[in-house]
């Protein structure tokens, strides 16, 4: 897979840097992204609060994930800011740089097992980011539906049996959906009717659980794989704090470990959400 190196990152950029060496008023870094270019960290942007000792809030070699200030390419200055990076920027940080490794893993896999000229295998990365997205993607779309998802693609045939291979080792984001729901019978003996109902409607079903809350209530448990099985499901949302996260699972990269939500894709694609106006705040039209 190509890649373009870029010289300096852009400002509001989240990057991933190395601690490389400490001084009191702030510590140098190298930024693992842009061919360990240095960067800048000020003590006022590791923390909030006074900082008398950077050492207790830095280690050498330790990576950070840090935001983009501010960059003057001229004077090969780069200004970064930890205090500023909000949890969720670093989480997604951290999965970003975790699934490009497992892609080049996989990529890496491919070339060793089917033997396709260079052009051919770039021609294979990109069939596939067109398709999805990016090639990690395509593993993962083929580790939870099948093949068949390529189906109609300009793949060699000899590369869409180790692709198969290799998507099966991957392991599909666990996604649980919780119910609450009420039973009730008037017979005499109502309590070991329904009791027996629910254990012959879960026996030997791992992705399907059910716990007795309280009469009449039981919540019942369903991994994605069950879920994806029905004809349709809705999403109720609601409230202003839930809008990003609504517009990033339906039009941000494909990412279901970021984003658990993805990971439900109904057989005929019967996907429905109902939001109240500040949940859909930031839904692009």
Same mark, same amino acid.
């Given at each position: 897979m190509t890649t373009t190196v870029q010289d300096f990152p852009e400002v509001g950029e989240i990057v991933i840097a190395t601690v490389t060496r400490i001084v009191d008023q702030g510590a140098y870094v190298s930024l693992d992204e842009f061919n360990n270019i240095q960067g800048f960290l000020h003590v006022s942007e590791i923390a909030t609060g006074w900082i008398r000792n950077v050492a207790k809030f830095l280690k050498i070699g330790e990576k950070k994930v840090l935001l983009v200030k501010r960059v003057d390419p001229r004077r090969s200055e780069i200004d970064l800011s930890l205090k500023q990076v +909000?949890?969720?920027?670093?989480k997604k940080k951290l999965l970003e740089i975790k699934r490009g490794e497992k892609e080049e893993a996989l990529i890496e896999n491919l070339k060793s097992k089917v033997s396709l000229s260079a052009s051919e295998m770039t021609k294979l990365e990109n069939v596939l980011v067109d398709k999805v997205g990016s090639v990690y993607d395509a593993f993962s779309e083929v580790s939870a539906k099948g093949i068949s998802v390529l189906d109609n693609l300009s793949i060699p045939s000899k590369a869409l049996g180790v692709i198969a291979e290799l998507g099966s080792k991957i392991q599909v984001p666990h996604v649980e959906i919780r119910g609450i729901f009420e039973l009730t019978c008037t017979k005499s003996n109502g309590i070991e009717i329904i009791k027996q109902a629910l254990i012959d409607a879960t026996a030997n079903?791992?992705?399907? +659980?059910?716990?007795?809350? !309280?009469?009449?209530?039981y919540r019942i448990t369903l991994t994605a794989p069950v879920v994806n099985k029905s004809s349709r499901v809705a999403?109720?949302? +609601? !409230?202003?704090?839930?809008?990003? +996260?609504?517009?990033?699972?339906?039009?941000?990269?494909?990412?279901?470990?970021?984003?658990?939500?993805?990971?439900?894709?109904?057989?005929?694609?019967?996907?429905?959400?109902?939001?109240?106006?500040?949940?859909?705040?930031?839904v692009k039209k």
């Open positions: +909000s949890s969720d920027q670093k079903k791992k992705e399907i +659980s059910v716990t007795y809350i !309280g009469a009449p209530k999403f109720l949302v +609601s !409230g202003a704090d839930k809008a990003a +996260s609504i517009s990033n699972v339906i039009f941000g990269q494909h990412d279901p470990d970021l984003y658990p939500a993805q990971a439900i894709q109904p057989f005929n694609d019967g996907l429905y959400w109902f939001t109240d106006e500040a949940a859909a705040a930031d």
